[in-house]
């Protein structure tokens, strides 16, 4: 019912129409659509599709796990898991009923129940489970090897109803399990039909083992040597491997734990009864003998005894008659007659000692556990023979239909009896549901006395000769006028009954005619005594085990055994008591065919079985009164959306409040009633009309649950992005304040620290703050530039300014560039420089007036050496605008000013010296020597003054180059001036060098001055105490703010001491900037 492709109607309660025909053509649609199952409420009908399909596969185990069986199209897995999860979620024990005729896929099913089980259980992978469920497993394939047999119907027909418990844990995983096996059908052990097989178990072991196990087995890998094998005239058989099936077979005794002895035993039985076929009798007079001896020992040697008691068991009988014994010899037919009764009586020992050693291999274990598994629950698994109606129906035929019958009996009482205490619980009156009760018929089998049973019991108790139609006399006596049972003596008109051999039972499923012939003997399942001596004298201690009942006394007298009727009537019994106490789930299997073909429905054939399965009346049943029911709460989950009072949630009341309105908006109200916790739907046409109002609506609102949850995934995102954010911006700060308290922890002290804490070092930031800590260090590159500027007259800052310009270019270049000394410019201005001084500032103002230039910058004496080499006295002056060469008296100009926009570069030595070279365009540089009355060092201040007029006229830096021989143009050629001192020199001069071209600048070093020792050697290590302060405090000297004075005599040492101090590392530009 869920919203799946469908094909035809998957349960067949919601079919319109109620008739074998309307059920009939819906399993064909969805047959021939490839749908094998169909539900009838919770019943699943599957249909044989003699072809492998995928359906079984991982993801169809997780389509049903944990699911509800009407969620997903019908499969045998729901049913399976509806079984499983009832067991293991209410404890309860269930089972799961499979019927059906043979070759209708009742094995199959019931092993794709144990694969589904194994492959949802023991999720946390316990090794003894797994153990479990392989022997579960395993066990399939001995069963199959000994039970199974190819039949005309099914070329792995099994031929014994199987009953099997698996046992569950309280986590739900299986712990062992049980096998319980119904009435074999032995009799194929000596006969087999044309197209049939004997038990695979023979054709295994000739075709599998090797020549030597053979030849160990006095066999011949050829299958018509054996009697009991070849009649059917198909040894090979195309789906069968039995080779492959051997060594299946063969791993599976191990998996099981068979010992080596064991299954020894098993094969010497399989080939001991080979030979027992081969045993040919002379026939005739009492006297009878067997014809081939040969085969006798070989008997006898297989079973271990002796091969004279093998002779005597097969040819005589030990009768003990009033404490006598007497040994009787067989006549022909009687010899042939028990060789096959034990020849079948062996097989089917061997195949219960089979079973109990499977039995013993999955018995659940209490070793040490039991606590933890008293209270184990179970799933059943009943895999058994569905009705058989052959042309020709003997006493098995009778057993399994009645077994059959027992079944049908339970399924009603179970169904009938879930419908009306639901209809109790829920609160509903009970309406009669009209139904075939097979009591009557069960009755007419098993009832005593009176039953067919208990007649054919009397019959064999009888001494003397009592004969088939002598039986079938006694029941017409006894059943005469039962409505299920007639003979052609009791409706002489009915023509298709045979006189005295016939009888008819009009079963649930139909009528089926048996045939009386057989019925006593199959039903006293004689087995002479001798040949159960004869196996417990086996000195095979297997062998022997398998046959106690071989230890008594001939002489003792024992109760008859019970009949073979009786014993399967007991066992059927306590079958349906067992299944009636566990909640059943049924699998009905139907065979499409005959013709084993998967494309072929065969209309009439399927009808045949859906009628003896008795699925419409198991239709019937089910829809008596409603065609469906559901908890309120699924019901709602399942058609909310129809409603708009119910969609998306309801919240005007309780569930059924809440069905109720749904209903009744959709005008079904006629057609429903409403129990305490589920909703009652009469027809199928409401629920169809719901489920497509739901089909309808169910695409757009799987887009809204689309919506939905893709705006939830994005919202859950962007929750996550901003707690990640938010965490990051938390974190990003802790990390800034941590280090900001660390800054603040190690520059506590710098404001005491000479160096206003220059050689601290910075703590290496996060990455988050590298950029800020430039920052920072460049705000404390300005504090501390305050701090030392804050120390020097306003006034001194110009002169300051310069310095630092001039200290950038030359500091660690020049020995000396005159820090130390005070800047005063223009010192032509000045008689101390300049005795002239009156005469040059006319001079000035006049070239004022005529260039306009505002301010001077600089003037000096100077030796200039011209592009001849000629030296002469002048005088320099650099205004704001210009460079002028002035005549050393009259400081007159020269030549017109050179703009400053002209200079290119300027270029000194590193000495002590005062030549400057002052690069300019137009090939002719200007090359001087300053001089001055005081023997002062001007080389710094001209440096900076140009350096710093060039930059605010041209905004960008002249180059400066400091080297001991410089390169400079005169008259248009390149010239090198070399600077060397001299002892000799009285004063600095120009001449020519020995190479063409070059000049050499003498300096007297007689005009060297002593240079203080380096101002930065004066510093204090950090934490060094400072200096003491100075006694007598140089008038022209600036105190630091720690009142410590640098130790410099000139006024300002102060500049001396921060440029110096610059001289560490710190860039002057910075200084610059100032
Ligand atoms: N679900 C299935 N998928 C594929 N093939 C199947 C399926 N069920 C049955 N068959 C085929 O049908 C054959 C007969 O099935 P199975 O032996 O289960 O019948 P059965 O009802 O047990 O008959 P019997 O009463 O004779 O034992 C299988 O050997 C297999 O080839
Ligand atoms: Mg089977």
Known sequence: MASYEEVGIGDAVLLDEISVRAFVDNLRVRYNGGKIYTYIGEVCVSVNPYRTISLYGKEYVAQYKGREIFERPPHIFALADAAYKAMKRRGKDTCIVISGESGSGKTEASKIIMRYIAAVTNVAGQQEVERVKNILLQSNSILEAFGNAKTNRNDNSSRFGKYMDINFDFKGDPIGGNVQNYLLEKSRVVLQQQGERNFHSFYQVLFGATDSELSRLKLKRDVSQYHFIRQGGTPRVDSIADKADYKQCQQAFKTLGFTQEQVDAIWRIVAAILHLGNIEFSSGGEDTQIMNPKVVNNIAELLHVSPEEVRKALCHRVIAARGEVMEKRHTGSEASFGRDAFAKAIYERLFSFIVDGVNRAIEVRYEGTAARYKYSTVIGVLDIYGFEIFERNSFEQFCINYCNEKLQQLFIELVLKQEQEEYKREGIAWQNIDYFNNQVICDLVEQPHKGIISITDEACLNVGKVTDEMLLEAMEGKLKGHQHFTTRKLSPMDKELKHVEEFRIKHYAGDVVYNIKGFLEKNKDTLFQDFKRLMYSSSDPVISGMWPEGAQDITMTTKRPLTAGTLFKNSMVALVKNLGSKEPYYIRCIKPNEQKSPVIFDQERVTHQVNYLGLVENLRVRRAGFAYRQSYDRFLRRYKMISQYTWPNFHGGTEREGTKILIEEQGFTNDVKYGNTKIFIRSPQTLFALEQGRAKLIPGIVIFLQKMWRGAVCRLHYRRLVATLTILRH???????????????????????????????????????????????????????????????????????????????????????????????????????????????????????????????????????????????RAVLLTDRHIYKLHSKTFKPLRSPIPISEVTGVSVSPGQDQLVIIHLRGGNDLVVSLSSLSNANRVGELTGLLLRQYSLMNRSELRVVVAPALQCMLGHKSRMVTVEESTVATFPAFRRGSKRGDLVYTWPSSMNKELPPPTTKSHHPRHAPPPPPSRSPNPNGYRNSNGYNHGHTKNNGHTTSYLHAQENGRTYANAGRY
């Open 731 to 873: 974190y990003r700060l802790y990390k800034m304040r941590s280090y900001i308290l660390e800054l603040n922890r190690v520059f506590k002290n710098v404001r005491q620290m000479p160096d206003y804490g220059q050689h601290v070092r910075w703590p290496a930031p996060p990455l988050v703050l590298q950029s800020m800590v430039a920052d920072f260090q460049s705000i404390h590159n300005r504090w501390r530039a305050h701090m030392i500027l804050s120390n020097v007259p306003k006034k001194d800052w110009p002169q300051l300014r310069i310095k630092v310009i001039a200290g950038d270019v030359l500091m660690g270049k020049r020995s000396d560039w005159g820090v130390r000394e005070i800047w005063e410019g223009n010192y032509l201005a000045s008689t101390k420089d300049n005795p002239e001084a009156a005469t040059f500032q006319s001079a000035v103002r006049n070239m004022r007036n005529k260039d306009g230039f505002r301010e001077v910058l600089f003037s000096s004496m100077v030796r200039k050496i011209n592009k001849k080499d000629k030296m002469a006295e």
